[in-house]
């Protein structure tokens, strides 16, 4: 289980690996078109956009598999030491719970897109594809705060 976890770990980074530099390379071109001709590609911006949504979404799972979100480390600290596993797994239950409410409403919202066959205006492809991004980043959080949780129940159930 652990090896499906390592290599699912890997696609995830090399899918924002991949993402970050069609971002970069597509807002560059595009800046330069601009800047030397008096051409504009319609299409970069919304490109960039899209990849940026992407990687927002799959950096978030990525930070929550990393432990590297932001906490209010202030108040940990007050906690006495027996105190503090608790209060992760809690944090922990309420990430997953507020994943799993997002990720109905997206799934809610992309089921319309679908039904109306929303495209985007420049790129002209299925609106759904770059809300794509929503569900699928709340589904991997999920994953990883499952992943978190069992880690923290390991954790406070030793101590």
Do not use: D
Not at 74 to 83: G, I, K, N, S, T
Request: charged letters at 15%.
């Amino acid at each position: 289980m652990k090896s499906l976890f390592k290599r699912f770990n890997s696609v995830e980074e090399v899918v924002l690996v991949v993402l970050f530099p069609i971002m970069v390379v597509t807002i560059f071109v595009a800046t330069m078109v601009r800047y030397l001709t008096t051409l504009s590609l319609v299409w970069a911006e919304e490109l960039a956009r899209y990849c940026m949504v992407w990687i927002g979404f799959l950096g978030a799972s990525l930070g929550i598999q990393k432990n590297a979100h932001i906490g209010v480390e202030a108040f940990v600290a007050q906690l006495p030491e027996r105190y503090k596993p608790y209060l992760s797994v809690f944090r922990t239950i309420v990430i997953i719970f507020f994943n799993i409410l997002i990720l109905i409403f997206s799934l809610q919202i992309i089921w319309s897109q679908i039904q109306t066959e929303q495209i985007s205006p420049a790129l002209r492809i299925p609106i759904g594809i770059a809300y794509g991004a929503i569900p699928v980043g709340m589904a991997l959080m999920i994953l990883r705060g499952v992943q978190r949780f069992k880690q923290n129940r390991g954790t406070s159930s030793a101590k």
